[in-house]
């Protein structure tokens, strides 16, 4: 740049060439030479360095200004007025970038709080559609309780009949529980005869659901931990049912297809509370086309009872897409046991 401004030439190929053209003071060419130098430890580390060195070479005596004749003067009037030309030029190309910049800086930070914005609007809309699932089974030989267990997890009202969408291994925790797998081989192996039983409880976002005290009590019932007669249950009312649950892959070319097992199922309620909107399911959704980082956010009731107080309070995370593939995608949320079966929703709602 020192090159082209001294030589007024802003289209030189050959800077070290071009030095050795001008008539310059011997160490303002030997600076010249040194800030072009290939090796960069022989150039000046920092502008406070080059400032110092022309300092001292304006300090030194100037030689006197060649006389010019008047016809050859008109010549670098030209010259002046293409690098005036090429300057005003520059400076319009630089204020379109920055201007471009200052637009596109707008226009991203708008729509990043546009999408902030729309999905905090829809888990403050969708989370009352949110339900805590409690699923209590055993298996029982005469009367006596061989084993029990409990399993908790996340639906979500997907229409206004009452449907709602959860995870397989929530509602019928014992097709993959090993300890319940565990128990079974044992009867069968002493050829006791067993039978299974579950009763299936749903709560809704604001309900009364959890007896903390409860599980300080040794060896307690479910209704001593929860309040199962707030709930939708199986066997009471208001009823909730499992109305169908994918049947579980098991040849190795469906279990490649569907790497997820095909986890999910159905419930229904006979009434739905007033004030709950289905989420919108996007049933043509390509996740292979998925953006990687797309916002999401995604509800449930992550380590189940364990972060309820006495009501039911769904939780909201959010997230971002970070792998897609053909039948799954993946996002980097905080999840934890709890949030099975639970929605998570994108910027279009869905």
């Known amino acids: 740049m020192f090159v082209e401004l001294l030589a007024g030439d802003l289209e030189i190929e050959n800077f070290e060439a071009k030095v050795d053209e001008l008539d310059l003071p011997k160490e303002l060419a030997v600076l010249l030479r040194v800030m072009l130098a290939d090796d960069p430890d022989l150039r ?7 400032a110092e060195s022309l300092r001292r070479i304006k300090d030194l005596p100037q030689p006197p200004a060649p006389v010019i004749p008047l016809e050859a003067a008109a010549a670098p ?17 630089v204020a379109v970038i920055i201007a471009a910049g200052v637009l596109a800086w707008f226009y991203l930070d708008r729509e990043r709080r546009d999408a902030e914005s729309s999905l905090e609007t829809y888990a403050n809309r969708y989370a009352r559609s949110v339900g805590f699932v409690l699923v209590d089974y055993w298996l029982e030989s005469e009367g006596t309780i061989i084993f029990r267990n409990v399993a908790e997890g996340t639906a979500f009202l997907v229409d206004r009949e009452g ?29 006791i005869q067993v039978s299974l039983h579950y009763r299936v409880h ?23 931990i929860y309040f ?14 499992i109305a169908g649950v994918a049947r579980p ?43 990687k980082l797309s916002r999401v956010i995604a509800l ?46 994108d910027t279009r709602a869905r």
């Open 44 to 50: 000046p580390q920092s502008m406070s360095e080059i």
């Open 77 to 93: 009037g030209g010259l002046v007025q293409r690098l005036q030309k090429r300057v005003r030029l520059l400076a319009a190309a």
């Open 163 to 191: 449907y709602l969408l959860t995870s397989r291994h929530v509602v019928c925790p014992w097709l993959e529980d090993p300890r319940f797998g565990g128990a079974a081989q044992y009867v069968r192996m002493r050829k």
């Open 202 to 224: 749903l709560w809704f976002e604001g309900t009364r659901a959890f007896n903390p005290a409860g599980r300080m009590i040794d060896s307690p019932d479910i209704t001593d």
């Open 228 to 241: 199962t007669e707030n709930a939708y249950s199986t066997d009471g009312s208001p009823k909730v049912e």
């Open 249 to 291: 892959p098991l040849r190795t070319r469906q279990l490649l297809k569907s790497p997820l097992k095909d986890d999910f199922a159905l419930i229904k309620i006979d009434r739905v509370p007033e004030g709950l909107v289905p989420l919108p399911l996007d049933l043509g959704m390509d996740p292979s086309k998925l953006p």
């Open 300 to 345: 449930g009731f992550p380590l189940g009872s364990r972060t309820q107080v006495d009501t039911v309070n769904a939780s909201v995370v959010r997230g971002n897409v970070r792998r897609a593939f053909e039948n799954m995608f993946q996002i980097d949320a905080s999840l934890h046991g709890g949030n099975s079966g639970g929605p998570v929703i």
